[in-house]
């Protein structure tokens, strides 16, 4: 529903932040809210998270990390409340070579993760994450970047695609647009 937050970094609470997007505060759910200064414009990638009794939105600083918070909740007994806790005690690289590697050890030391949980989510989910980081400084490229692998393009097909894109300051809509002309008719688009 909300894929990301463009705004003002209002407030921070102790396991959240508040976005001012165009005057109206939005509240998110972060793992570190020290991270996100207050009175800086950014953007933050939120998760909207729903269930019976409640519902609130997550926040994210990198694309990868969304992921695989979603990924992470998707394992059964694997909550938001424990995926935000092992997030926030592991970069999302080292929290995806664990799993892969099936690193029982490293899993249970992180916060909110114990034996069961560690175990099912290297069942669920091992071979199953792959991280990939793509900056490249130009903040609407980085944001073409990312949406476009929300598609479930590979990296490679990303890069070829913008290469052959000559223009660069364009807004990201424009950059997804012209890239998925090429990622949809590659040899027919010269």
Known sequence: MYFYLKGEIALHQKNS???????????VMVSHPEDYPIGERMLVYTFFFVREDDQFLVGF???????LFAKLISVKGV??????AALGSSSPEKLAEAINNSNLLY???LNGVGNK???QIILD???????????????ELDDALEGLKSFGFSKKEITDALSKIPERGLKASDYISRALVFLSHP???K
Do not use: C, H, W
Request: charged content about 30%.
């Open 17 to 27: 932040i508040v976005i001012d997007v165009n005057g109206v505060g939005y509240q």
């Open 107 to 109: 899993l249970t030391s």
């Open 61 to 67: 600083k990198t694309f990868e990390e969304k992921m």
């Open 187 to 189: 040899r027919e688009v």
């Open 79 to 84: 909550g938001p409340k424990t995926a935000i």
């Open 117 to 119: 949980a560690a175990s």
């Open 125 to 139: 989910l091992r071979g199953k994450i792959t991280l990939y980081e793509t900056k490249t400084g130009d903040e």
